[in-house]
């Protein structure tokens, strides 16, 4: 059987890890070695100056397993620096309502009450909008104050946990961690074939993916 082009090689690595959320960026630098690092969603590559084609492709393929395996550890370490302190209670803010800085500011327990009514009302029309077209049904939906998540799911009780600050950002985030949490329902994990389901669905939701990832919460 033929040996598939170094082109080809490259081009699945870097799919595998889109997949995932990685982009891929190799650079020709002034090293001896060729030096991996993984960030959040970016795998960098640094290789010598005079290494061929082949060579590249070769070792990005053979770290493509690592990189997804990690890529989790990353993301979670991120997000626990980037988690900021939580606000003192009697000390008013300005509030975001879906995505738009309101004219007035609340306390940061009325802001969680505030976030927690605003969810509850359009969360119905949001599953009943999502629920047909991902194929797949939560048996029970839950508000909780997440700073670590924007969303879970049980599986095996169909249950869907949803982070309280998600009314902060624009409507749309919220319909994508729906959909990202209803997919879990056909796929436990997060493989190729879950991603595509997520795509399938909702092909536009790598832009809310984006605008959620580094800010206070992941998902799972």
């Known amino acids: 059987m033929p040996q598939p082009s170094t082109s080809l090689v490259l081009d699945l690595a870097r799919q595998q890890l889109a997949q995932a959320g990685i982009a891929l960026h ?7 070695n060729i030096n991996f690092r993984l960030k959040p969603h970016a795998l960098m590559v640094s290789v010598p100056m005079s290494i061929s084609a082949s060579q590249i492709a070769q070792a990005v ?3 493509v397993s690592w990189a997804l395996d990690h ?20 000390v008013d803010s300005p509030v975001s309502l879906w ?28 599953f009943d909008k ?12 839950r508000l909780k104050k997440m700073h670590t998540r924007w969303g879970s799911c ?9 982070s309280v600050y998600l009314p902060a950002y624009p409507i ?6 729906i959909v990202h949490e209803l997919c879990h329902l056909h796929h436990a994990n997060h493989s190729k074939a879950f991603w595509q389901t997520v795509a399938a669905a909702m092909p536009d939701y790598q832009q809310w993916h984006n605008m959620l990832a580094g800010k206070t ?4």
């Not at 190799?26 to 001896?32: E, H, I, L």
């Not at 049980?154 to 949803?162: D, Q």
Request: charged residues 25%.
């Open 154 to 162: 049980n599986t095996r009780a169909r249950r869907i946990w949803l």
């Open 172 to 177: 749309e985030c919220t319909e994508y961690v």
């Open 130 to 141: 999502w629920q047909p077209i991902v194929g797949a049904t939560a048996n029970e939906v």
């Open 61 to 63: 393929d053979k770290r």
């Open 26 to 32: 190799v650079s020709k630098k002034r090293v001896k």
């Open 217 to 220: 919460g992941q998902l799972d």
């Open 99 to 126: 995505g738009i800085v309101q004219s007035f500011t609340l306390s940061h327990d009325e802001k969680m009450a505030y976030y927690r009514q605003q969810l509850t009302e359009v969360n119905p029309s949001l």
């Open 71 to 90: 890529h989790p550890q990353v993301l979670a370490r991120y997000h626990r620096n980037q988690t900021p302190k939580p606000e003192a209670s009697s």
